[in-house]
Protein backbone atom coordinates (compact mmCIF):
# COMPACT_ATOMS: atom_id res chain seq x y z
CA UNK A 1 0.00 0.00 0.00
CA UNK A 2 1.27 3.43 -1.16
CA UNK A 3 2.47 5.46 1.99
CA UNK A 4 3.12 8.85 -0.05
CA UNK A 5 0.42 9.97 -2.57
CA UNK A 6 0.89 12.92 -5.28
CA UNK A 7 -1.99 14.47 -6.60
CA UNK A 8 -2.47 18.26 -8.41
CA UNK A 9 -0.05 17.89 -10.90
CA UNK A 10 -0.87 19.04 -14.73
CA UNK A 11 -0.41 21.90 -17.15
CA UNK A 12 -0.20 25.21 -16.83
CA UNK A 13 1.11 28.63 -18.53
CA UNK A 14 4.26 30.38 -18.07
CA UNK A 15 3.15 32.33 -14.89
CA UNK A 16 0.99 30.24 -13.35
CA UNK A 17 -0.26 28.76 -10.62
CA UNK A 18 -0.45 25.02 -9.16
CA UNK A 19 -0.90 23.48 -5.75
CA UNK A 20 0.75 20.06 -5.38
CA UNK A 21 -0.55 17.32 -2.81
CA UNK A 22 0.60 14.61 -0.68
CA UNK A 23 -0.95 12.34 1.33
CA UNK A 24 0.94 10.16 3.86
CA UNK A 25 -0.12 7.62 6.03
CA UNK A 26 -0.49 9.41 9.92
CA UNK A 27 2.38 7.31 11.27
CA UNK A 28 4.80 8.82 8.65
CA UNK A 29 2.92 12.20 8.55
CA UNK A 30 3.42 12.41 12.73
CA UNK A 31 7.00 10.94 12.70
CA UNK A 32 8.83 12.35 9.45
CA UNK A 33 10.40 15.58 8.01
CA UNK A 34 8.30 15.62 4.66
CA UNK A 35 10.10 16.67 1.24
CA UNK A 36 9.70 17.68 -2.25
CA UNK A 37 12.24 17.00 -5.25
CA UNK A 38 12.19 17.11 -8.51
CA UNK A 39 13.69 15.92 -11.69
CA UNK A 40 13.91 17.76 -15.02
CA UNK A 41 13.97 16.08 -18.69
CA UNK A 42 17.77 14.89 -18.87
CA UNK A 43 18.81 16.43 -15.23
CA UNK A 44 19.66 14.88 -12.07
CA UNK A 45 16.60 14.87 -8.91
CA UNK A 46 17.16 18.18 -6.98
CA UNK A 47 15.46 18.90 -3.81
CA UNK A 48 12.50 21.60 -3.74
CA UNK A 49 11.43 22.12 -0.01
CA UNK A 50 11.41 20.31 3.11
CA UNK A 51 8.79 20.95 6.42
CA UNK A 52 9.18 19.90 9.92
CA UNK A 53 6.47 18.79 12.26
CA UNK A 54 6.37 22.08 13.76
CA UNK A 55 6.01 23.84 10.22
CA UNK A 56 9.31 25.07 9.65
CA UNK A 57 10.24 25.09 6.04
CA UNK A 58 13.25 25.28 3.64
CA UNK A 59 13.51 26.01 -0.12
CA UNK A 60 15.64 25.41 -2.69
CA UNK A 61 17.39 28.60 -4.11
CA UNK A 62 15.32 28.31 -7.19
CA UNK A 63 11.85 28.54 -5.88
CA UNK A 64 11.85 30.39 -3.08
CA UNK A 65 9.87 33.18 -2.85
CA UNK A 66 7.43 31.37 -5.81
CA UNK A 67 6.71 28.03 -3.88
CA UNK A 68 5.28 27.41 -0.38
CA UNK A 69 5.50 24.30 1.69
CA UNK A 70 2.48 23.71 3.92
CA UNK A 71 0.82 21.02 6.04
CA UNK A 72 -2.50 19.89 7.12
CA UNK A 73 -2.05 17.90 10.23
CA UNK A 74 -5.82 16.99 10.45
CA UNK A 75 -5.08 15.44 6.98
CA UNK A 76 -2.20 14.07 6.81
CA UNK A 77 -1.65 16.44 4.12
CA UNK A 78 1.38 18.28 2.64
CA UNK A 79 0.87 20.94 -0.08
CA UNK A 80 3.89 22.46 -2.36
CA UNK A 81 1.93 25.68 -3.78
CA UNK A 82 3.93 26.71 -6.67
CA UNK A 83 3.33 30.32 -8.01
CA UNK A 84 5.17 32.46 -10.67
CA UNK A 85 6.02 29.13 -12.44
CA UNK A 86 8.88 29.07 -15.19
CA UNK A 87 9.38 26.79 -17.98
CA UNK A 88 12.34 25.51 -16.07
CA UNK A 89 9.94 24.34 -13.56
CA UNK A 90 8.86 21.66 -16.10
CA UNK A 91 9.75 17.89 -13.85
CA UNK A 92 8.57 14.87 -12.26
CA UNK A 93 7.69 16.07 -8.63
CA UNK A 94 8.02 13.75 -5.97
CA UNK A 95 6.61 13.53 -2.05
CA UNK A 96 9.40 12.15 0.01
CA UNK A 97 9.67 11.58 3.85
CA UNK A 98 12.31 11.16 6.60
CA UNK A 99 13.27 10.90 10.50
CA UNK A 100 16.34 12.97 9.35
CA UNK A 101 16.22 16.07 7.55
CA UNK A 102 19.75 15.49 6.68
CA UNK A 103 19.03 12.37 4.74
CA UNK A 104 15.51 13.99 3.26
CA UNK A 105 17.21 17.36 2.30
CA UNK A 106 20.33 15.57 0.37
CA UNK A 107 17.80 12.98 -1.75
CA UNK A 108 18.37 9.77 1.02
CA UNK A 109 15.05 9.34 2.45
CA UNK A 110 13.85 5.68 2.49
CA UNK A 111 10.11 6.26 1.65
CA UNK A 112 9.09 8.18 -2.01
CA UNK A 113 5.89 8.73 -3.92
CA UNK A 114 5.53 7.01 -7.37
CA UNK A 115 6.08 11.09 -8.50
CA UNK A 116 3.49 13.76 -10.96
CA UNK A 117 4.28 15.25 -13.50
CA UNK A 118 4.14 18.82 -13.53
CA UNK A 119 4.51 20.65 -17.34
CA UNK A 120 4.90 24.69 -17.94
CA UNK A 121 4.33 25.35 -21.34
CA UNK A 122 2.72 28.13 -23.37
Known amino acids: QAQLVESGGGLVQPGGSLRLSCAAS????????MGWFRRAPGKEREFVAV???????KYADSVKGRFTMSRDNAGNTVYLQMNTLKPEDTAVYYC????????????????WGLGIQVTVSS
Open 51 to 57: IDSGGDT
Open 26 to 33: EKIFNSYF
Open 96 to 111: TASHDRTLLTTGHATR
